[in-house]
């Protein structure tokens, strides 16, 4: 797996585990939206500085965001769509 894709699958794994949404982690982290979602399809390059950003916002150090998966592991699924209900 190369470095994109370790990172988009790391970036969606560990942003769905904290049910946090590309929006609110977009904000948190001072990213736009639609490049937090290129990270995640691959199509972005990031900096290291905007990794830290990411990390920090997830409260998660920034290896994780480099885990490999084990060879058998499911990709990680989106959260479900659509607005919250209060």
């Not at 609110?24 to 939206?33: I, S």
């Not at 490049?35 to 998660?60: C, F, K, M």
Request: net charge positive; proline share 8%.
């Amino acid at each position: 797996m190369n470095g994109r894709a370790l990172l988009a699958w790391n970036l969606r794994r560990v942003r769905v585990a904290a049910g946090v949404s590309q929006e609110r982690l977009a904000a948190d982290a001072g990213v736009d939206r639609a490049y937090l979602g290129g990270l995640e399809r691959q199509a972005e390059n990031p900096t290291v500085d905007l990794l830290d950003r990411v990390a920090a916002a997830l409260s998660v150090p920034l290896g994780e965001l480099f885990v490999q998966p084990a060879p058998d592991a499911e990709p990680p699924q989106p959260l479900r769509g659509g607005r919250r209900r209060n």
